[in-house]
């Protein structure tokens, strides 16, 4: 069993993580700012898990902070969330990205090695395929530059982190290429709580269902899509959790820096999403078709065989318990951690 350091634990996704961590027997080391996220969702961790995690208060980009993470827990690997998300705000305070996802990822990488910690699981994303490619992508395929900050500063720290790999053998590094976490835990005690208006699909979807937003806008019907609205790779968070697990346990083998998608491989549309939240859960999703989203691919899904090969993961989650969970929390949980 390892001893894991966990920043932006506290998160949608480290959050979940975390409750896999512990099921599985490991110790938690949670390293948040809270700046996106309340301690309340590390109480209710524990509460699942029966099982206590340490938390730490901090910032990834002080250097210092870090150090006596380090200095007083014995770390056997760390998997790296923290970090700014949102695209939109990306383009508009790209320096406040750069700082948070590429300084901070330094400094944490500089206090790792500092310390002789060299295992790493990084929360990278999908967008770092860019434009070029088709669906479904795969790990070979060449990188190249996405449209929006938030998605330049993944495929900096991706580069980044293979530069560090390749100049000194002792790193391991996996980097997890995300597509479209949804859900939540099935009690309904975590999961997604962002602030203000949600930019991306299914918060909103929860959201109106929920009569906090009136109705979803679907951006775009005329795509060359089965029924016209965008298709993704919607990923339940709990698999997605599970494949940090199985990521942590394969780098502590193996030496070098590798990347794995991680989605489920099916295509599913928006107008998808809508129907069958509305079928699963009985509530009626209000819905208007607008304007195409500036930047959005029609089809953008993985071929996720790698993971199943190399770390032995497969989604477990369906479509319709990714809908089910993600009501279920938002409905016991109307605002959130609020
Ligand atoms: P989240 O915002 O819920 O979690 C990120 C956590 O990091 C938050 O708890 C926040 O308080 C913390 N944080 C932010 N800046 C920090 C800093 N400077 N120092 C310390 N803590 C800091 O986001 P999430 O959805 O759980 O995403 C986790 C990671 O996965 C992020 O790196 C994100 O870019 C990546 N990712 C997310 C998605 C997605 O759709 N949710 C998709 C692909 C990749
Ligand atoms: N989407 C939508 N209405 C919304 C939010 C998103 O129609 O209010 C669509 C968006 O155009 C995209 C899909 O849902 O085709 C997924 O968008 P999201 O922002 O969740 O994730 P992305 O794939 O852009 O990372």
């Avoid at 409750?19 to 809270?34: K, Q, R, Y």
């Avoid at 760390?78 to 790209?94: C, N, R, T």
């Avoid at 089965?226 to 298709?231: A, P, S, V």
């Avoid at 996720?304 to 369906?318: D, F, I, M, N, V």
Wanted: aromatic share 10%; hydrophobic share 40%.
């Amino acid at each position: 069993m390892a001893k894991i350091l966990v920043t932006g634990g506290a998160g949608y996704i480290g959050s979940h993580t975390c409750v896999e961590l512990l099921n599985a027997g490991h110790e938690v080391i949670v390293f948040d700012n809270l700046s996106n996220s309340s301690e309340e969702a590390l109480r209710r961790v524990q509460k699942l898990t029966n099982k206590s995690l340490v938390f730490v208060q901090g910032d990834i980009r002080n250097q210092s902070e870090l150090d006596l993470v380090f200095q007083d827990h014995k770390i056997d690997a760390v998997i790296h969330f923290a970090g700014l998300k949102a695209v939109g705000e990306s383009q508009q305070i790209p320096l406040t990205y750069f700082d948070h996802n590429i300084t901070g990822s330094i400094q944490l990488i500089k206090a790792m090695e500092k310390a002789s910690v060299f295992t790493l699981v990084f929360s990278s994303s999908a967008t770092v395929y860019g434009e070029h490619s088709s669906s479904p992508y795969k790990e070979d395929f060449p990188l190249s530059m996405p449209n929006n900050n938030y998605g330049y500063t993944k495929l900096v720290i991706e580069q980044m982190l293979e530069k560090a790999a390749q100049a000194d053998v002792r790193w391991s590094i996996a980097l997890l290429r995300y597509f479209n976490p949804v859900g939540a835990h099935k009690s309904g005690e975590i999961g997604e709580d962002p602030q203000g208006t949600p930019n991306n699909l299914m918060p909103y979807v929860t959201q109106v269902a929920v009569g906090r937003r009136e109705k979803l806008s679907i951006f775009g019907h005329d795509y060359p899509t089965k029924d016209g609205t965008c298709e993704r790779d919607f990923i339940h968070v709990v698999d997605l959790a599970k494949a940090h697990v199985f990521a942590v346990i394969n780098r502590l083998k193996q030496t070098g820096c590798r990347a794995w998608n991680i989605g489920t491989g099916m295509p599913i549309s928006v107008l998808q999403i809508k129907e069958t939240f509305e079928k699963v859960n009985g509530v009626e999703i209000p819905t208007i078709f607008v304007e195409r989203r500036a930047g959005d691919l029609a089809a953008f899904y993985a071929d996720a065989t790698r993971a199943e090969q190399e770390l032995g993961w497969k989604p477990q989650y369906s479509l319709e318990d990714m809908l089910a969970d993600s009501w279920n929390w938002q409905k016991q949980n109307p605002n959130g951690y609020n």
